[in-house]
């Protein structure tokens, strides 16, 4: 027995390879290894811990604590890799005698490995591409779930991971959509046949962009009219989503909406026309007009729309019937459609309650709506051609009052920035506004102490407040007139 430890001694210790006074042994190349593995598990180790317990209760983001994390846990298995060879006696010089001496050979052999070590650590440094972003990279799309020295791991929308070399990466362009957060602009590609009207088809795509709840009202919808195809009328819808990276799902509800939409509307779809040529039209039977009435439901159209459904009065249609907009132009009509969307209420329904954030300017449609003063009997009633939310609005507080449908009613809803800009292009529509506030008078009778609190209201209220709600609508929304 003492002879085959003997043995075993003998060949752990016998050189296989000398580089000068550097020796290469198989109990050198066991405690080496022993020493990688020991430095590997612990660094992998302290990379969890460091992140998941220590960075991500000083707050930072996934990705800033996935790179941090990885490029203190490559440094500390060096050093204590290092360490530990050092601890086992062996000798550093040796290994770095040996490690130059291959390093030309295996740098040749080991280029890609070379160039994805580097391509690795830039990522990590510059943190352009970070763990949690969702990114898209040569038609494949899907969130990031680890970056490390080698490659990058991409889990895709199904679930599946994909291994991409870092230096694919780094030499290609990559769209990183949650670069500095979750939220974007979305576009939604329609294409409608030449004879539609267009005013018409950006009004069924906003009311259609209203109607998908996970569209974002932080940035109103919008449409572009983009092109004249040769068999379409060309239009991109625009909308702002809190999550861009399941736009998938946003496009694809917002599709079936828009299909819906413009089917009420009666507005088709473009597609391709054909044109037919006979190569013998000698052979084509002729026939006559007598025959026309028999085969000419062959030549019409299949609907795309159901013809049960009633087509709904377009917006522009119902501006129209105000006397303000009554002689406004088609173009004029069209601004006023891009900038706000409609908004249909059952009687009884509420159009928004006292103490809600005053973020839109309704104009009624259609209908007659009422709100109700502490102290006051009978509802204040408003119709067809009035204004009204835009006190609340103006001043930046909550409702003062709670508006409810009297009956069927359609109100056209405008946002604080479309609010601005009705009034820098309808200057005559700013002077009707400042003479309708005068019936907020009450309202700031009844709001007086809560408004004086807040500040918003002062002595030259008390003397007149028409002209002071006519100084603040300019202050606040038209500061070039």
Known sequence: MPDFFDTVQTVLHTPLFRFGSAALTLNLIAEFLLALLIA????????????????????????????????????????????????????????????????????????????????????????????????????LSGYIVEISLRSTVIRTITQRHIVIPNSNLIGTQVI????????????????????????????????????????????????????????????????????????????????????????????????????LWHRNPNVVMQASVADYEQHQAVQQAVPTFSESHLKPMAVRDLLRQIPYFADCSTVELRKLVEIGHRRRLEAGEVLYREGDPGDAFYIILSGTVGYTLNGQDQPTMMTAGQFIGEFSLMLGIPRTVTV??????????????????????????????????????????????????????????????????????????????
């Open 40 to 139: 590997v598990l612990v660094a992998f180790g302290f990379k969890r811990v460091f992140a998941n317990q220590i960075l991500s209760r000083l707050g930072f983001r996934q990705g800033t604590r996935e790179s941090i994390a990885t490029i203190t846990s490559y440094g500390l298995a060096v050093f204590l890799g290092l360490l530990l060879l050092q601890m086992l006696g062996i000798n550093l010089a040796s290994i770095a005698v040996l490690a130059g001496s291959l390093g030309i050979g295996i740098g040749f052999g080991l280029q890609d490995i070379t160039r994805n070590f580097t391509s690795g650590i830039a990522m990590l440094v510059e943190q352009k591409l970070k763990v949690g972003d969702f990114i898209e990279w040569e038609g």
């Open 176 to 275: 990183n959509w949650t670069y500095t957060d979750t939220k974007g602009w979305v576009p939604v590609y329609v294409s409608v046949a030449h004879e539609s009207d267009p005013v018409l088809v950006i009004e069924a795509l906003l009311d259609s962009a209203y109607l998908e709840e996970t569209v974002s009202y932080e940035y109103p919808p919008e449409v572009y009219f983009t092109g004249f195809g040769q068999t379409s009328l060309d239009f991109v819808l625009w909308i702002w989503v809190n999550r861009v990276d399941l736009k998938h799902k946003t496009e694809s509800s917002l599709r079936f909406i828009i299909d819906q939409s413009l089917r009420q509307h009666h507005i088709r779809l473009a597609s391709p026309r054909y044109d």
């Open 404 to 481: 409810t449908a009297m009956e069927d009613t359609t109100v056209f809803a405008i946002s604080p920035q479309g609010f601005k800009q009705i009034l820098q292009s309808q200057p005559r529509l700013y002077d009707l506004i400042v003479q309708e506030m005068g019936r907020h008078e009450v309202e700031l009778t009844h709001q007086k102490r809560r408004l004086r609190e807040l500040g918003l209201i002062n002595q030259e209220y008390d003397k007149n407040p028409v002209v002071w709600v006519q100084k603040q609508l300019e202050k606040l929304f038209m500061p070039q007139m």
